[in-house]
């Protein structure tokens, strides 16, 4: 394929995946705000009533609210009133192009960093159809989710032009990236990880005889590491009312909900039906032969992954991402009510499905094989589309959610 080839063809599956994550979440426009802290986000705060207003971006920088400190989040708000007042419509609106201008970025990224259109559509459109994402796009209170992953993204493509050309002007770039979508939502801390599994895959910097040393490497990480422990001690004081101190959560309770989340998910990603807005009293921790057989198939995959690291480091790198980007909402730190949720996987899953396919394309040597592979990831697109719409209607109103919900438990 000709390098004028494939630019062409990047361009339409780009094209394509933003068009399908449109079609899949402009209905949601028409939708309620439901009465799950959309009541505290949007209906009952004053801080965005009237647009942007010199006292009330004022309020969203010197102050928490609700537990966090998302300034950005609530700038977003203030723009979503500015153009459409407090109708719906303009915050469904916004979260659904956020989260195609996502799928897109994704692309980009991928593409960019290694130069195959269709693997990286398939990719960013496995990750933005998937019904895992449903809960993030369909609720306006999860807003903080969507901003964080497009300055996350924005942060990955000025990194990676730094790791092609070093130069302070985009290392600065990914810098102030990571800024705003820590400033959206905290759950960018583990950053300087998700750099690394980067690093090693597709930027293939590391352990390289011409690239950068292991220490340039991690000394590069240095100011990410400060700049999330600064959002970390901020997020912790700011929810010290909510945070379980160590005393009240036992470290085998800990380690069971760490163990319980990223399996959770795992199986969710597979078979992502029963998906459900979960609270903590309705997902217990696993036990005995659950949590044992959780447990060896998380130790299976980080085998996996250690073994791999040369020969198919885009495996090590998905499987690393997903621990890493898990970690501040897996129950390592127990905050708030929940430890399981649909939209906590909004930032796990962005690289990890780029890492399990690259790798699953490394081991089809065969032609016929990968054609065959494709269809069936074309198919099961299709599969994934149908099963996020059918999600997505029961989000329209509260009435709705809540039955749903009450079907799925009772």
């Known amino acids: 394929m000709t390098t004028t080839t494939s630019r062409k063809l990047a361009f339409i599956l780009a094209a394509l995946v933003v068009a399908a994550s449109l079609w899949l979440y402009l209905p949601s426009s028409r939708f309620e705000l439901i009465n799950v802290d959309d009541q505290y986000y949007i209906t009952d705060n004053n801080i965005i009533d009237g647009g942007f207003s010199a006292t009330g971006i004022k309020a969203a920088f010197d102050s928490t609210r609700l537990g966090y400190y998302i300034p950005v989040t609530w700038l977003s708000f203030m723009a979503d009133v500015e153009l459409f007042g ?88 990914a810098m102030a990236a990571l800024t705003l979508g820590l400033l959206s939502k905290p759950i960018l801390v583990t950053a300087p990880l998700l750099l690394l599994a980067v690093d090693l895959w597709p930027l293939d910097r590391i352990g390289k005889p011409h690239g950068p040393t292991t220490k340039t490497i991690l000394l590069e990480k240095a100011p990410f590491a400060l700049l999330a422990a600064i959002f970390s001690a901020i997020t912790l004081a700011s929810q010290s009312v909510a945070v379980h101190s160590l005393g009240t959560v036992s470290p085998l309770s800990r380690v069971a909900d760490v163990i319980t989340a990223a399996f959770h998910y795992l199986a969710l990603t597979i078979w992502p039906v029963g998906l459900r807005l979960t609270e903590r009293t309705l997902v217990s921790h696993y036990q005995g032969a659950a949590l044992f057989g959780a447990f060896a198939v998380l130790a299976t995959l980080g085998w996996l992954a250690w073994h791999s690291r040369r020969e198919r480091p885009a495996l090590t790198a998905g499987l690393s991402w997903y621990m890493a980007a898990l970690l501040p909402v897996s129950g390592a730190v127990s905050v708030g009510m929940n430890f399981v949720a649909d939209r906590f996987t909004y930032i796990p899953h962005i690289f990890f499905f780029a890492g399990l396919l690259w790798a699953a394309a490394d081991l089809l040597a065969d032609r016929r094989a990968k054609k065959i592979a ?21 989000w329209r109103n509260g009435v709705a959610l809540f039955e749903e919900n009450a079907r799925l438990t009772g």
């Not at 019904?131 to 493509?157: C, I, N, Q, Y």
């Not at 074309?378 to 589309?385: G, P, R, Y």
């Open 374 to 394: 494709t269809e069936a990831l074309v198919a099961a697109l299709a599969i994934l589309f149908a099963l996020s719409a059918a999600r997505l209607s029961h």
């Open 86 to 173: 407090k109708s719906p419509y303009g915050f469904h609106l916004t979260n659904s192009l956020l989260h195609s201008a996502n799928a897109l970025l994704l692309f980009l990224f991928l593409y960019l960093a290694t130069g195959s259109p269709i693997k990286s559509f398939l990719a960013s459109a496995l990750w933005a159809l998937h019904p895992l994402r449903v809960e993030s796009v369909a609720w306006v209170t999860a807003r903080k989710d969507l901003l964080s992953g497009f300055f996350l993204l924005l942060m990955l493509l000025s990194y990676l032009k730094y790791a092609q050309k070093p130069s302070a002007k985009w290392f600065w770039a």
